[in-house]
């Protein structure tokens, strides 16, 4: 389950500096002496290449979120523009939540798309407010 609100915010502050820096460690670098003196190391990928893959991972990835106030769990789409495919998966998962909720042993489910960021929290607050 990936914690989406944090005490520090939203998402927690400095989350994707932590992951570009853990890639960063651990990852290969060439290095190379020019002109026989000066050594210029060369990373395996580029820092604006890793820090790109990394907020795109994390923008366009499911959320699943565990409401504490009432015990639902919510999973949480977040998206822009859609196409067929995308309301596939949105119909699918819908019937998921509905099926799960009638064999009861999983507690409340509850699915969501959020298409503007900055609703987000207004989403999540509501969902959390519903009752069981």
């Given amino acids: ?25 651990n990852t290969g670098v060439t290095a190379d002496l020019l002109h026989g003196a000066r050594r210029e190391e060369t990373r395996a990928y580029p820092d604006e290449a890793v820090r790109e893959a990394i ?15 009432n015990g639902k769990t919510l999973i949480f789409e977040i998206k822009g523009e859609e196409d067929d495919q995308d ?12 099926a799960v909720n009638n064999w009861g042993r999983l507690g409340i489910w509850d ?17 959390a407010a519903m009752k069981k």
């Fill in 111 to 127: 699915f969501t798309v959020c298409r503007d960021p900055a609703l987000i929290p207004r989403q999540i607050a509501q969902v």
């Fill in 1 to 25: 389950m990936t914690p989406l609100l944090s005490e520090n915010g939203l998402v927690e502050n400095g989350l994707v500096e932590q992951a570009v820096a853990f890639v960063m460690r």
């Fill in 55 to 69: 907020v795109n991972a994390m923008v366009h990835r499911d959320y699943l979120l565990s409401a504490t106030k």
């Fill in 87 to 98: 309301r596939a998966k949105y119909q699918a998962a819908r019937r998921w939540v509905t």
